[in-house]
């Protein structure tokens, strides 16, 4: 397989899974994975500790290829206004921020704190989309356009339609494939945007909703379907949280 860089990893605890950071980052690197983001599932529950310590396990078993993000929770804000309290121990290169597994709402004081540390820091954002219409794609207009310099990946891209329309009219807004069927790749091509949209799969979250096939060949069969449409080369992906796309 094409060495390729993910935008959508995750670790920890989901439901009644729990998925090791060490073998996550192994089978990861075996199936020749350049570069991913990853945040820690644990993080929905506030227990941002955990979390912390999941993502250090991460970044020890694969210290150059683990891009972590800070998954955020409305309370965390309320601790650390300013988010440094989390930025003790580990360099994080964006924030994660789940509007239907927690309550963003989505031009709150909280959520404008967030992009303002995320514009100071050089953060990227990554906005969980679609599940409920508290957190569909086009709520977010208002804060994207407010900090347009702000990297914003809207993961799963949904609804499709907003999501275009962001794509379409902010620079620094782009979408992941996580989920994503692949008819809506072949809309977002039609219109030309496909320079927009990033590789992330959910690994290995993904094995929880498609329990027949083993999880390998589901990824592999992921990239390979997603292939036909973008590039998905570790040099992108990295071009773009660097701010250079």
Known sequence: MIPIADAHIHIGKFREKYFKPDT???ELIRMRVENW???STTGVTGKWEKAEEEI?????AAPYKSLPLL???PGMVERSF???LYFRRIDYVGLKIHGFGNNWPPYGKKLRQIFHVAKERKLVIMLHTGGCDRCDACVYEKIIAEFPMVTVILAHGRPLDQT?????KYERTFADTAFMPTDHLAKIAKANLLHKIVFGSDYPIISCFRHKI???NLYISNVK????????SSEKFMSILKGSI
């Open 71 to 73: 998954w955020l929770t």
């Open 37 to 39: 983001l990853v945040s």
């Open 164 to 168: 275009i329309h962001l794509l379409a």
């Open 56 to 60: 250090q396990c991460m970044l020890d």
């Open 214 to 216: 083993p999880l390998k």
């Open 24 to 26: 996550i980052a192994k």
């Open 82 to 84: 300013d988010l440094s």
């Open 225 to 232: 379907s997603i292939q036909r449409y973008i590039d998905t």
